[in-house]
């Protein structure tokens, strides 16, 4: 039923909007192709099929069709574009469908002489980092399916309203609210993309869909010279939950503690190199670190570059990023940053390199991801091959490997039985 | 990718740099013939195997000089991989040039450097370099004007490019025919840094007048070695129009609108 209303949402949509793309307001309007239509749909439909290869676990192969929905309703003569994104697979279709489960966007954005409002359910990626950032508070994880080498597809898409405000050509000044809060995702005990199996029962009785854990941002951007700077400010709430053990039971209660980001980003081009920087840091309610449920204050960064090796099609990206926890407690054993921590250490980091190259006219093209979690050994490796078989139609083979060090919540290591392969096979429209 | 107008003259531009009096006046009415202060172009580019497989590529792109300086913005409309990314490129005094690209799938403006003029542009027998003209100087090649002779029923020049060592060159060597009427390149064969291999050679048709301004409205590339070709066929170009600079803005590569 819930998936008739999305549809029904969708045909009104479609009546009441209507646009353009391209530069229409330049070229013949009879030149336009299918392309230049003002109701845009394009996505992804395929299937894939998953091959665990540890013996470990109760033998499990996943053949799964998926489909990747985006409409874009775009109007030149109205100030407005309506966007639906819709995200369906396979395995949900023997379960009940919330909306939830497969809208991943529902916006729109409204444009106005001084700037433009974003409205709805969206994802919004804040800093310079490839991917990966540590001032990008606004969309939590969900890692409840494991890892993706596009980290931006793990983020839970939030309820927000954004208005940006124009600041001559290349600035812009952002102001986000966020009624609702969500922790960061995990994979329930027993699954195999689980990280951690507490000794206790976890109670949450948080109710973080109130207004009581709305959060608020604002994030200043311009480019000067070579650079493009800026930065940026948070007040919310750590994705990460805390836990307090409580009698009787006993049972672990959760909590969150609330923060505020301060966070500054540039990125600048150098020659061949792209250079990719981000710093914060964290003021929490536990300062002083004397509430051991809590998060202390947070030091954090992030520095990378990128480049394409001369005379070759080899394209190199690398970037380390990290935390320092400030009046690290190691002496007692209930502190959260310690539990979080490795090998007791108040610093962790993490390095990322990937190497890609393409052949045959861009037809094929090969991807090796790499990550190194320096104070717990952690890794993850992600070869993938593509090939473009038509413009339209892609074959792909892809892994996936971890492994590291039995240590604190390293979730390397909880996923070192889940090495796996995937053969996906999709259209793109 | 930058300055899409250019090929059609970037042969000449970029190789013939001529040293000569007569070879530079030449490269002048060559380069004067096409100098505008605005173009925008729709481009089908499609991309023959050798077995005659076909697959299409559609670009629009606007271009727009300010103090002598050059912006220019691309769209990418097909295949629908690609679509709706969107590539701005700011030429810069006495630097590198800017460049951003947003990607819809990212809805994230990306600050990128210009290191790939090797590689392939989106899969066609172009490189970046040859989609380009920046950078280049008439001082970076040494060129002889070989002969004059007919090409297509055109009268051409006929000149060898050879760029300085040193120089940052795809190629070892360029012969280009120049038409004498339209100032036109009718033909460029590329060859291996070596200068001994051609390795690729591009031929234009459908020479028009649009605007004012002369311009193959077809232009081939073929990789020899390969017989891969790319054909690049102008759809739409008008020249010296009115262009709103809100559209070489990262603000229009992020929403897709000009203020």
């Known amino acids: 039923m819930k998936k008739l209303s999305v549809l029904l949402i969708l ?14 307001d330049i070229f013949d309007s009879e ?3 299918e392309s230049q239509k003002n109701v845009v749909l394009n996505g992804e439909i395929g299937l894939d099929y998953r091959s665990y290869l540890d013996d470990s676990w109760e033998s499990e192969r996943i053949f799964l069709p998926f489909t990747n929905l985006n409409l874009l309703f775009l109007a030149d003569s109205l100030p407005v574009e309506a966007k639906i ?23 729109l954005r409204s444009f106005f002489s001084f700037g433009y409002l974003d409205l709805g359910l969206f994802k919004t990626e804040w800093g310079k980092g490839d991917g990966i950032h540590v001032i990008d508070p606004l969309n939590p994880l969900d890692q409840s399916n494991g890892v993706s ?11 927000m309203a954004k208005m940006n405000f124009y600041l001559g050509d290349s600035g812009l000044f952002e102001i986000v609210y966020n009624p609702y809060f969500h922790p960061v995702e995990t994979a329930p005990p027993g699954d195999r993309w689980n ?10 009785n948080n109710n973080t869909e109130t207004l009581a854990f709305s959060q608020a941002a604002a994030r200043l951007t311009t480019t000067l010279g070579i650079f493009d700077l800026g930065g940026m400010y948070y007040y919310g709430y750590m994705t990460e939950p805390g836990f307090k053990l409580i009698f009787p039971g006993p049972v672990l209660d959760v909590i969150y503690t609330k923060a505020q980001l301060f966070g500054l980003e540039a990125g600048w081009a150098l020659g061949s190199f792209t250079f990719r920087t981000e710093g914060g840091y964290w003021f929490t309610e536990d300062r002083e670190s004397t ?13 990378g570059f990128d480049f394409m090796i001369p005379g070759t099609s080899f394209f190199v990206s690398v970037q380390e990023f990290g935390s320092y926890v400030v009046n690290f407690d190691n002496s007692n ?19 990322i390199a990937a190497v890609e190259s393409s052949f045959y006219q861009d037809k094929m093209k090969i991807r090796v991801a790499g990550l190194y979690l320096f104070e717990a050994n952690g890794y993850m490796v992600f070869p993938t091959y593509t090939w473009n078989i038509e413009d339209d139609l892609e074959l792909s083979l892809s892994g996936q490997a971890f492994g590291g060090d039995n240590e604190g919540s390293n979730l390397y290591y909880a996923w070192r039985d889940n090495d796996n392969i995937t053969l996906e096979l999709k259209y793109i429209f | 990718m930058k300055k ?36 925008a172009m729709d481009i089908l580019m499609t991309l023959v195997e050798k077995d005659g497989d076909t697959s299409t590529r559609r670009i629009q792109t606007l271009i727009l000089k300010e103090n002598d300086l050059t912006k220019t913005i691309t769209l990418f409309l097909e295949p629908a991989s690609v679509r709706n990314t969107r590539f701005l490129t700011v030429e810069n005094e006495g630097r590198a040039d800017d460049q951003w690209i947003f990607l819809p799938s990212l809805r994230k403006v990306k600050r990128i450097a210009a290191g790939d003029k090797d590689g392939s542009f989106m899969g066609s027998d172009f490189s970046y370099s040859d989609m380009g003209s920046s950078g280049s100087s008439v001082d970076d090649s040494i060129q002889t004007i070989l002969r004059e002779e007919k090409y297509n029923d055109h009268n051409c020049f006929v000149v060898e490019s050879i760029p300085n060592a040193g120089t940052d060159n795809n190629y070892g060597k360029y012969v280009t025919w120049v038409d004498k009427t339209y100032w036109l390149t009718l033909k460029v064969e590329f060859y291996s840094k070596a200068g001994r291999t051609q390795i690729k050679e591009l031929n234009s048709e459908n020479i028009g007048k649009e605007n004012g301004h002369w311009l193959a409205k077809k232009i081939i590339m073929e990789t020899l070695d390969s017989g891969h070709k790319t054909i690049l066929e102008i759809k739409q170009v008008k020249y010296d129009i009115p262009l709103n600079p809100g559209y070489f803005t990262t603000t229009f590569l992020e929403t897709g609108r000009a203020k």
């Open chain 1, 333 to 351: 054993p209930m502190d959260m940053d310690l539990g979080m921590s490795y090998n007791d250490n108040a610093v962790t980091n993490t390095k």
């Open chain 1, 11 to 24: 045909i009104l949509i479609s009546g009441l909007l209507f646009g353009q793309d391209g530069f229409g």
């Open chain 1, 31 to 33: 030149e336009l192709d």
């Open chain 1, 85 to 107: 994104g819709l995200i369906i697979e396979g395995n949900d279709l023997d379960t009940i469908l919330t909306v939830g489960d497969i809208v991943s966007e529902l916006s």
């Open chain 1, 195 to 204: 990280i951690v199996v507490p000794a206790y029962t976890v109670q949450d």
């Open chain 2, 4 to 39: 899409i107008l250019s090929i059609l003259i970037f042969a000449s531009v970029l190789l013939v740099s001529l040293s000569a009096q007569t070879g530079s006046e030449i490269m002048q009415k060559v380069i004067d013939a096409q100098k505008v202060n605005s173009s």
């Open chain 1, 291 to 303: 509430e051991a449920q809590l998060y202390n204050d947070r030091a954090v960064w992030l520095v």
């Open chain 1, 149 to 159: 080498s596009d980290i931006n597809e793990m983020k839970r898409s939030e309820i």
